[in-house]
């Protein structure tokens, strides 16, 4: 594994950790300005500010709560270096509730870019976890 592919495993594993914490302030910090998401239901949404992301993401996160969401665990994943700063992971995740229950299994694709500061994620894409990448 290259340099760049840990440092992009570190920071969606970072990631995975502060969504587990659901921690909205620090899940905004592994996003792009705007963030292009893409959800199986439609066509693609551009967040262009902070706030926007925030504010998705806290409506994801109410949703998972009221449906008794503890913690996500990511399988299979899967990282492709396009070039040193840009990448793709793809993955299956995995939810759970209480005392270990799953609740859904649905497939995440990123497109990461580091431009100096550390990779973020600059579009995701939420589908099918048959249609999960292998690199």
Request: with cysteine; proline share 4%; charged share 15%.
């Amino acid at each position: 594994m290259s340099p760049q592919e840990k440092q992009v495993v570190q920071a969606l594993e970072t990631y995975l950790l502060d969504f587990n914490r659901h921690d909205i302030a620090a899940i905004k910090s592994f996003f792009s300005c705007p963030l292009m998401v893409i959800m199986p239901q439609g066509g693609p949404t551009f967040l262009t500010s902070e706030e926007q992301i925030g504010g998705a993401f806290s409506a994801i996160m109410e949703g998972l709560l009221s449906n008794g969401f503890t913690h996500s665990h990511w399988q299979d994943m899967s990282i492709k270096l396009l070039t040193d700063t840009c990448a793709l992971a793809s993955t299956m995740v995995l939810r759970f509730k209480g005392e270990g229950v799953e609740l859904e299994r649905l497939g995440a694709t990123y497109t990461l870019c580091n431009q100096g500061h550390g990779w973020q994620v600059t579009t995701l894409v939420a589908h099918s976890p048959d249609s999960v990448l292998k690199f």
